[in-house]
T-cell receptor, first 128, second 110 residues
Framework: QVQLVQSGAEVKKPGASVKVSCQASGYTFIDYDINWIRQATGQGLEWLGWMNVKSGNTGNAQQFQGRVTMTRDTSIDTAYMELSSLRFEDTAIYYCARAPAKYCKKKGGCYGGYNWFDPWGQGTQVNV | QSVLTQPPSVSAAPGQKVTISCSGGSNNIGANYVSWFQRLPRTAPKLLIYDSKNRPPGISDRFSGSRSGTSATLGISGLQPGDEADYYC???????????FGTGTKVTVL
């Protein structure tokens, strides 16, 4: 079945970086995008950004500009999200989620939004 | 700060129906499809509704979705104890070029 399995919990000091992995199985990895979402305790869901797996193009929420980097290794069907300059308020569960692929031009950007996220990874607790 | 507004909580007795509203604007709900997610305690969110009104395979028909103008609604009929969870709406915001979630609604089965 379609599944996303994330890496284990992390404990980091303020100012450090954290890199979370998300390994896909049960579908063709490059045919879908991966999005990253987080949830702090007692808070709602917060979207961090997206990555078109086929092209490697990415986009992120304005509040994470310059701090979030999304990459992938298509040889092992794994996506990565790295968040730098960690702050106490970055303590949260981080999720990856599969999404329909954006339309991406060969020599240009990607267009369109997302109609669904499914499935989600099990979550990775990051404590700062 | 969430762009989409939901009521903090709704409750009803088993077997009853609840509805959860999600209010947005012309750049998000007014322009794009809405999804609804269920987050049971200590589990990852699960897709309940996509394209504003469609259910993925395996999702009970007790869950229904609709969209009108800049608002969307999730309905849960035949409420069961297992429906106690947090529910979130979400959609793409064309102005922000970002995905936005609702503030979340806690459903309690009395």
């Amino acid at each position: 079945q379609v599944q996303l399995v994330q890496s284990g919990a992390e404990v980091k000091k303020p100012g450090a970086s954290v890199k979370v992995s998300c390994q896909a199985s049960g579908y063709t990895f490059i045919d879908y995008d991966i999005n990253w979402i987080r949830q702090a305790t007692g808070q709602g869901l917060e979207w961090l950004g997206w990555m078109n797996v086929k092209s490697g193009n990415t986009g992120n929420a304005q509040q994470f500009q310059g701090r979030v980097t999304m990459t992938r290794d298509t040889s092992i069907d794994t996506a990565y999200m790295e968040l730098s300059s960690l702050r106490f308020e970055d303590t949260a569960i981080y999720y990856c989620a599969r999404a329909p692929a954006k339309y991406c031009k060969k020599k240009g950007g990607c267009y369109g939004g997302y109609n669904w996220f499914d499935p989600w990874g099990q979550g990775t607790q990051v404590n700062v | 700060q969430s762009v989409l507004t939901q009521p903090p909580s709704v409750s009803a007795a088993p077997g009853q129906k609840v509805t959860i509203s999600c209010s947005g604007g012309s750049n998000n709900i007014g322009a794009n499809y809405v999804s609804w997610f269920q987050r049971l305690p200590r589990t990852a969110p699960k897709l309940l509704i996509y394209d504003s009104k469609n259910r993925p395979p395996g999702i009970s028909d007790r869950f229904s979705g609709s969209r009108s103008g800049t608002s969307a609604t999730l309905g849960i009929s035949g409420l069961q104890p297992g429906d106690e969870a947090d529910y979130y709406c979400g959609t793409w915001d064309s102005f922000l070029s970002s995905y936005v979630f609702g503030t979340g609604t806690k459903v309690t089965v009395l």
